[in-house]
């Protein structure tokens, strides 16, 4: 079991910028992915970008250039930095954990931040 606690949303204007932490309740050294992911309302949950245990990462095309991952594994924290914020970024941003066995994967997910850019 991991829990996972995301932080740092708000309100900001178009074109600024925010920090999302997500904080594992253990180790993150041998999660093998981990991610952000938001859900707009009346839209559903859509990944943002993920992280794996090297390093790789994978974006979507609606933010490459603008947000920057990043994992500390001393610190057991996840990092989204977004930039150039544009009103169509708001939406509730979920940090996942995904943590792959012999037996198939275990996906867990934290609460949820609310990130709402004003235009």
């Known amino acids: 079991q991991v829990q996972l606690v995301e932080s740092g949303g708000g309100l900001v204007q178009a074109g600024g910028s925010l920090r999302l932490s997500c904080a594992a309740s253990?180790?993150?050294?041998?999660?093998?992915?981990m991610g952000w992911y938001r859900q707009a309302p009346g839209k559903q949950r859509e990944l943002v970008v993920v992280?794996?245990?090297?390093?790789?990462?994978n974006y979507a095309d609606s933010v490459k250039g603008r947000f920057t991952i990043s994992r500390d594994n001393a610190k057991n924290t996840m990092y989204l930095q977004m930039n150039s914020l544009k009103p169509e970024d708001t939406a509730v941003y979920y940090c996942?954990?995904?943590?792959?066995?012999?037996?198939?994967?275990?996906?867990?997910w934290g609460q949820g931040t609310q990130v709402t850019v004003s235009s």
């Open positions: 253990k180790s993150i050294f041998n999660i093998n992915v």
């Open positions: 992280i794996r245990s090297g390093g790789s990462t």
């Open positions: 996942n954990a995904r943590v792959v066995s012999g037996y198939g994967f275990n996906d867990y």
